[in-house]
């Protein structure tokens, strides 16, 4: 599952673990974004470390949870039909999903190299901001015409929760307290993260 988990949050949390569950895998990879092209000009937020920090924090008591900071150590933009193309030569013959929101497949379209993506892995979507069975189910039904790929509903609850989200409310002095592990939460804290944001 890849992000730029600025900050991880619950929803990440919650869609790692049924997507384990749900489809049996071995472990769940997060592999938070190190330049993704679609989200520049990031200032007054998380370092890239201090982002790996919070990723790492969250995940530390899942066993079967497992960070990767494959993007951060790559130059330039960070693209995940690269990702998943090191991801089949680092894990020859295993089965590789791709967890996404419904949000991500509705511009599928306008990532990078798209078919590689579906040609490397089955993409796991899950529900977000209330979209409607029927405009995932239409653009299911595109990607599998478009681009051959083989797609997964996850069954999970809607987490109506954004990193967005929760940077406006720090930056605002409203509570993000169960939003995410006491762990990151103290981390924020401790360096006075999103505070300063101007949203």
């Known amino acids: 599952m890849g992000g730029t988990f600025d900050p ?40 890239d470390r201090q982002r790996m920090d ?6 530390a008591e899942n066993p079967h949870f497992i960070v990767s900071d494959f993007e951060m150590n790559e130059d330039g933009f960070t693209y995940t039909y690269r990702t998943l193309e090191h991801m089949r030569k680092e894990y020859p013959g295993a089965e590789i999903y791709f967890i996404i929101g419904a ?7 306008t990532w990078r190299e798209p078919q590689k993506i579906c040609d ?8 977000r901001y209330h979209t409607s069975a029927e405009e995932l189910d239409a653009a299911i ?4 015409e478009t681009y051959h790929a083989s797609i997964v509903k996850l069954d ?5 929760c954004s990193s967005r989200m929760l940077r406006e409310w720090i930056s605002r002095g409203h509570s993000i307290r169960y939003y995410m592990p006491n762990g ?16």
């Open 184 to 199: 990151v939460l103290e981390y924020i804290r401790k360096y006075g993260l999103y505070r300063t944001l101007d949203c």
């Open 141 to 144: 039904r595109h990607c599998r």
């Open 54 to 59: 919070m990723v790492q924090l969250a995940t």
């Open 156 to 160: 999970t609850e809607n987490i109506d």
């Open 8 to 47: 991880i949050h619950i929803g990440h949390l919650i869609l790692g673990e049924s997507a384990w569950q749900q489809l049996g895998l071995d472990y769940v990879i997060y592999l938070p974004a190190g330049n993704p092209p679609h989200k520049q000009h990031r200032e007054g937020r998380a370092t």
């Open 120 to 127: 490397n892995c089955t993409l796991v979507v899950a529900t």
């Open 103 to 109: 949000d991500s497949l509705f511009d599928f379209d």
